[in-house]
């Protein structure tokens, strides 16, 4: 029985890589794609969604546009790491879909409550659409058996010394989510960045020689040199969200531990860190699976697996 998810994005070049393993994997029963403003601005990251479903032909799948901006913060967007139209130097093809008239949160809420069972929410951008159908719709928090999310870490951040970008977007909202008491699953960046395809893993994909791999060759292509000259100074691209989707595919490839985890909205220095308790020192119990490893090879072999049913 494949597992019913709402995949909820901001495409966003590791969100597409995401998007193309997740939408031909029969494991998954995607029930739609929602957006919010994050890695670019929320009519790109729409866009973009709308433009990778008409190419990865899944135009099936219902796509709404969901938060314009963080619940108590100005937007903060990187286009620093995903260009000018969130989607590297990539064209993607003319939407042949229109955005669903429900925006993303009222969709969730009506698959939620027309679903006869619980449904899997993936997140691989800021967790904004996730608080407030939390908060909005809590009636309907028993119909979402887990959330699973590229957000936060362990040991360190991104976008500042503490915080990862996705958390550090809108940490007001990933707090919310974190202590829901809805099953949590982190995929943060002390396993993300152990998930990388090398240079020469790039040339594989593309020599799968189809439309799809060869769009996310393209992808890494602009993807892979910022973190070889970037501060960790990785000999790959990190692949964030993609590893949320080859969780819920091949979760043998994984070893993770159960912590609690909390999200700081008012440090000066530490804003959107995601605070494990590793050693249980506050004694609270635990509220999420946090993913601590990653199988490389295995996780660049799934990738290649997945790109190549297109």
């Known amino acids: 029985m494949p597992t019913p998810i709402i995949f909820d994005c901001d495409p966003g070049l590791d969100d597409a890589i995401a998007l193309a393993m997740a939408l031909h994997s029969p494991e998954l029963d995607i029930k739609a794609v929602t957006t919010s403003a994050g890695n670019q601005t929320p009519e790109k990251t729409l866009h973009n969604a709308l433009g990778l479903l008409t190419l990865m032909q899944r135009t099936d799948i219902p796509v709404a546009g969901g938060a314009h901006q963080p619940l108590m913060r100005k937007l903060m967007i990187a286009d620093h790491v995903h260009g000018e139209t969130g989607m590297g130097t990539t064209k993607l093809p003319t939407a042949t879909i229109q955005p669903h008239p429900l925006n993303a949160v ?60 996705n958390i550090i977007v809108d940490p007001e909202a990933a707090e919310i989510v974190m202590q829901s008491g809805v099953p949590l699953v982190m995929a943060g960046l002390n396993m993300t960045h152990q998930a990388l395809v090398m240079a020469d893993e790039v040339e594989q994909i593309r020599a799968i020689n189809n439309p799809v791999a060869k769009a996310v060759a393209e992808m890494l292509d602009f993807y892979l040199p910022l973190y070889l000259s970037g501060p960790r100074k990785l000999p790959g691209a990190a692949m964030h969200d993609p590893c949320v989707v080859a969780w819920l595919l091949k979760p043998e490839l994984f070893t993770s531990a159960h912590y609690w985890v909390g999200v700081e909205t008012q440090g000066k220095y530490t804003t959107g860190m995601t605070v494990a308790d590793v050693y249980n020192l506050t004694g609270n119990t635990p509220n999420t699976e946090v993913l601590l490893n990653v199988d490389r090879e295995g996780f660049v072999k799934l990738l290649m697996e997945r790109v190549s049913l297109y």
């Open 106 to 165: 009222e969709l969730m809420a009506k698959i939620l409550r027309e679903s006869d069972t619980p449904i899997t929410l993936v997140v691989t951008g800021p967790m904004t659409n996730a608080a407030l159908l939390l908060s909005q719709y809590s009636e309907l928090k028993a119909k979402i058996s887990r959330i699973v999310f590229m957000g936060g870490g362990i040991d360190g951040g991104n976008a500042t010394p503490a915080a990862e970008f």
